[in-house]
């Protein structure tokens, strides 16, 4: 039982390039998020999507995309990167629509220059 | 915007020790999660409290949510090495928010 994958671990990127993060939980839960996590800051929610077919705005959600491409899957896309934008990303899913995330992934580790 | 504080931020004690580790805020939460990080991974979700004043236990864990549901406390008794990490609490208000956390290390 993988619980949450995310795609990849790490990534280093020039300023300007894009790229997707990918997710996907086998847990049949319903809401999914991507978080951001900077030293000294927690964890910061940058999209939601609390079932199939939704997807809500965070309280950082500037600079990303997000798609629900089916119930297992949510992405994350970084469509200009900047240097901002590195940090940890973390996916996350739960059972409830109630913006509790349970189970999380392992992270992708991105740094932009 | 509804803020969670940590105390302390940082915190180095020798096996076998007891501590309490500390989230705080001036906002009132319907229920608090306590989260454990462990470098490379991520939080894996350890409890929920819902009740003001409510108290629960996970083996040498033991956490309390404030009567007025403002505030947590994490006790740990004995502690192991194994409990070494990065403690997180999370608070559902009118957002769900996390604090910044507790970085413990208990050492052998």
């Known amino acids: 039982n993988a619980g949450v994958t995310q795609t990849p671990k790490f990534q280093v990127l020039k300023t300007g390039q894009s790229m997707t993060l990918q997710c996907a939980q086998d847990?049949?839960?319903?809401?999914m998020y991507w978080y951001r996590q900077d030293p000294g800051m927690g964890l910061r929610l940058i999209y939601y999507s609390a079932s199939e077919g939704t997807t809500d705005k965070g309280e950082v959600p500037n600079g990303y995309n997000v798609s629900r491409l089916n119930k297992r899957e949510f992405s994350l896309r970084l469509e200009s990167a900047a240097p901002s934008q590195t940090s940890v990303y973390f996916c996350?899913?739960?059972?409830?629509?109630?913006?509790?995330?349970?189970?999380f992934g392992d992270g992708t580790r991105l740094s932009i220059l | 915007t509804q803020l969670l504080e940590q105390s302390p931020q940082f915190l180095s004690i020798q096996e076998g020790e007891n501590l309490t580790v500390y989230c705080n805020s001036s906002s009132v939460f319907s229920s608090l999660q306590w989260y454990r990080q462990e470098p490379g991974e991520g939080p894996v979700l350890l409890v929920t409290?819902?009740?003001?004043?409510e108290v629960k236990k996970l083996k040498r864990l033991t956490f309390q949510f404030g009567d007025a549901r403002k505030d947590s406390s994490l006790h740990i008794t004995a502690a192991q090495p194994g409990d070494t990490g990065l403690y997180l609490c999370a608070g559902d208000g009118q957002n769900f928010v996390f604090g910044p956390g507790t970085r413990l290390s208990v050492l052998p």
């Open positions: 409290v819902v009740t003001g004043g």
């Open positions: 847990m049949n839960h319903n809401s």
């Open positions: 996350a899913s739960s059972w409830t629509e109630h913006n509790q995330p349970q189970h």
